[in-house]
């Protein structure tokens, strides 16, 4: 997806955070597999409007850096840190050519960051960015598409997604679109890579423990929709997570 797509986007995109699939699923899911953040500097690419770079500060992190590549969801960002400021700092960057970082930070996140990598060398060289800003024995949490999502499987619209093959490939694997099913509905591009692709491109950049995690459905979640609801999605669950370590 181009940047100017999530330019247009904006504040908006924190709407997806109230959709099932991301309240119930993603977000719960990713916050629970990053864990206790207090006292610990945070780096979090593809930080987009912010929302797990104020999350995790509200938490106790003790500095929280936010990096995107659109100006606009960084604008967002800190139009979010002046009305709540929390002492997030956000600055424009993109993360296959990123800047040396002043000192190493303890823990990096990239929420659908590496799937936007527009082939496996730009993707290795994240990796490396990452790598190379990160404390020894720091670890880096990942959130991007399933590898092997079934896309003939039922609709997600019910969990607030819509999640289709474009029928176009690049390197790292096949092109979606996913459509938030907001008021107006939002679409982006973007690939789905290879599960190879993700581990051979974190190890090749000196990531050791790389391990998938699965997304899981919040107590939360099962109590406002029951179990039933959440079949379809935890038969085929279109997110998947890793983490890894520097």
């Given at each position: 997806?181009?940047?100017?797509?999530?330019?247009?986007?904006?504040?908006?995109?924190?709407?997806?955070?109230?959709?099932?699939?991301?309240?119930?699923?993603?977000?719960?899911?990713?916050?629970?597999?990053?864990?206790?953040?207090?006292?610990?500097?945070?780096?979090?690419?593809?930080?987009?409007?912010?929302?797990?770079?104020?999350?995790?500060?509200?938490?106790?992190?003790?500095?929280?850096?936010?990096?995107?590549?659109?100006?606009?969801?960084v604008a967002a960002a800190r139009a979010f840190e002046e009305r709540e400021p929390l002492g997030v700092r956000y600055e424009v960057g993109d993360v296959s050519a990123m800047r040396p970082l002043e000192r190493p930070f303890d823990i990096a996140t990239g929420v659908q960051l590496l799937n936007y990598a527009e082939d496996i060398a730009a993707m290795e060289?994240?990796?490396?960015?990452?790598?190379?800003?990160?404390?020894?024995?720091?670890?880096?949490?990942?959130?991007?598409?399933?590898?092997?999502?079934?896309?003939?499987?039922?609709?997600?619209?019910?969990?607030?997604?819509?999640?289709?093959?474009?029928?176009?490939?690049?390197?790292?694997?096949?092109?979606?679109?996913?459509?938030?099913?907001?008021?107006?509905?939002?679409?982006?591009?973007?690939?789905?890579?290879?599960?190879?692709?993700?581990?051979?491109?974190?190890?090749?950049?000196?990531?050791?423990?790389?391990?998938?995690?699965?997304?899981?459905?919040?107590?939360?979640?099962?109590?406002?929709?029951?179990?039933?609801?959440?079949?379809?999605?935890?038969?085929?669950?279109?997110?998947?997570?890793?983490?890894?370590?520097?």
């Amino acid at each position: 997806m181009s940047v100017r797509q999530y330019d247009a986007i904006g504040e908006a995109f924190e709407g997806f955070k109230s959709l099932p699939l991301a309240q119930y699923g993603e977000v719960p899911s990713f916050l629970a597999m990053v864990g206790d953040v207090r006292g610990k500097s945070v780096l979090d690419l593809a930080s987009g409007t912010g929302f797990y770079s104020r999350e995790f500060k509200r938490r106790g992190a003790a500095e929280v850096l936010g990096i995107d590549i659109s100006g606009g969801m960084v604008a967002a960002a800190r139009a979010f840190e002046e009305r709540e400021p929390l002492g997030v700092r956000y600055e424009v960057g993109d993360v296959s050519a990123m800047r040396p970082l002043e000192r190493p930070f303890d823990i990096a996140t990239g929420v659908q960051l590496l799937n936007y990598a527009e082939d496996i060398a730009a993707m290795e060289r994240m990796c490396r960015n990452v790598h190379r800003s990160l404390k020894p024995g720091a670890e880096f949490f990942v959130l991007a598409q399933t590898p092997d999502f079934r896309f003939d499987g039922p609709s997600l619209a019910k969990y607030g997604f819509l999640c289709e093959p474009t029928g176009e490939e690049i390197e790292t694997g096949p092109q979606v679109r996913i459509t938030a099913l907001l008021d107006p509905p939002i679409s982006f591009v973007g690939a789905c890579p290879r599960r190879e692709v993700y581990e051979q491109c974190l190890r090749a950049a000196g990531f050791k423990e790389v391990a998938w995690v699965p997304l899981e459905v919040s107590d939360a979640g099962v109590r406002e929709f029951g179990a039933d609801f959440w079949a379809d999605l935890l038969a085929n669950p279109p997110l998947e997570m890793l983490r890894c370590r520097a």
